[in-house]
């Protein structure tokens, strides 16, 4: 199996769940967004990588427009190389519009996360021979006042069938990489990342979060993550 495959499965894990209020609006950009999505995989989930770090869900700015993981879209277009017709998610709310590669806003956690991958390793090539980055859940959740909620805040009777179609996903990246490290970016998908890999021989830890809403995110961010990734092993 490779990546694009363990995509096809999750989206369809994915497509039978619903989602009640306050959840009134759910995209897929594993759907809509699957083009730069599939360019993202082939270009830099093939082979083994030492270390892969992996968010909670996309934000509307980010994965969102592009397909890409904390893709912020110049990050990806740019620096990244990858760039691809978007399409639209089945219902939109009027205040979350999707442009694709035409989105004029930056993702903020976006922009740490690939401006220290960039400030730390250079070109993209290079940062992917060692790392790979995915998201724990692809599905991005608004209300009706355009407002994000994150798999955490679902109606808890919703949360199960999620949570084990995304640590099914995520158990198959990891055997398909075979890292030796599973980063979670936050608590959340740290914790993720214990329940699903429970029983493997890896090294789990994880980084601050890169959001601005993360107090941490504001002190020196790209050292804290150096230090965090030194700290279980990963030399660079």
């Given at each position: 199996m490779n990546l694009i495959e363990s995509t096809d499965l999750l989206v369809g894990d994915l497509a039978p769940l619903t989602f009640s209020s306050p959840v009134a609006y759910v995209y897929n950009p594993l759907e809509y967004a699957r083009a730069p999505h599939e360019l993202y995989l082939k270009k830099f989930g093939q082979g083994r990588r030492e270390v892969v770090m992996f968010g909670m869900n996309p934000g509307p700015w980010g994965m969102v427009q592009s397909g890409v993981p904390f893709g912020d879209v110049p990050s990806v277009r740019d620096w990244m190389g990858i760039e691809a017709p978007v399409g639209q998610p089945a219902e939109l709310h009027p205040n979350r519009p999707v442009q694709g590669f035409k989105c004029k806003r930056r993702e903020a956690s976006g922009m740490?996360?690939?401006?220290?991958?960039?400030?730390t390793f250079g070109p993209a090539e290079r940062f992917f021979e060692r790392f790979y980055v995915a998201n724990f859940c692809p599905l991005c959740f608004f209300d009706e006042d355009s407002a994000n909620r994150t798999p955490d805040k679902l109606a808890r009777g919703e949360r199960p069938a999620l949570l084990a179609a995304c640590d099914a996903a995520l158990r198959r990246t990891v055997e398909i990489l075979n890292p030796a490290y599973v980063v979670g970016v936050g608590v959340f998908a740290e914790n993720?990342?214990?329940?699903?890999?429970?029983?493997?021989e890896i090294t789990i830890g994880r980084i601050p979060h890169p959001s601005p809403a993360s107090p941490l995110s504001h002190h020196n961010w790209p050292g804290q993550v150096n230090d965090a990734l030194r700290a279980l092993g990963v030399e660079y």
């Open positions: 740490r996360l690939w401006g220290w991958a960039k400030e993720r990342a214990r329940i699903a890999l429970d029983g493997m």
